[in-house]
């Protein structure tokens, strides 16, 4: 999520979008779902499997014990590099080449406005 926050996206944010489902949503994916993020995210863990072999007792170079060690500070650099060469490899929608922050505007339902829950619901 921080990679694709400050590295991919550049700070852009469509709140609606986020917590929309139409398929053609800046966030919707492939089927609903990130296969970047879950890329990144297996390769994440994988770093650190080595590691962790090692430290339920098998034998394994002592760099793999020195990197499980670390193990959240090296899955979140490699998942975060993943996802952000991913994203480069093959675009997704709503990326920008500087940083694009802009402030949250609420936008009401125009609908619902100053009406009572059985009022909206009769309507």
Request: glycine share 10%; net charge negative; aromatic share 20%.
């Amino acid at each position: 999520m921080a990679s694709d926050y400050y590295l991919v996206r550049k700070g852009y944010l469509d709140i609606e979008e986020l917590y929309s489902a139409r398929k053609d949503s800046l966030y919707y994916g492939f089927y609903g779902v990130s296969w970047h993020g879950y890329a990144a995210y297996f390769c994440g863990i994988l770093i650190n499997i080595v590691g962790f072999a090692g430290a339920v007792g098998v034998d394994v170079p002592v760099g793999a014990v020195y990197i499980y060690n670390v193990n959240y500070f090296s899955g979140f650099i490699v998942s975060g590099g993943i996802y952000w060469f991913l994203a480069w490899l093959v675009p997704i929608p709503g990326t920008s080449d500087t940083w694009n922050e802009i402030p949250y505007e609420v936008n009401p339902v125009p609908d619902a406005d100053e009406k009572k829950v059985e009022q909206v619901e009769e309507a």
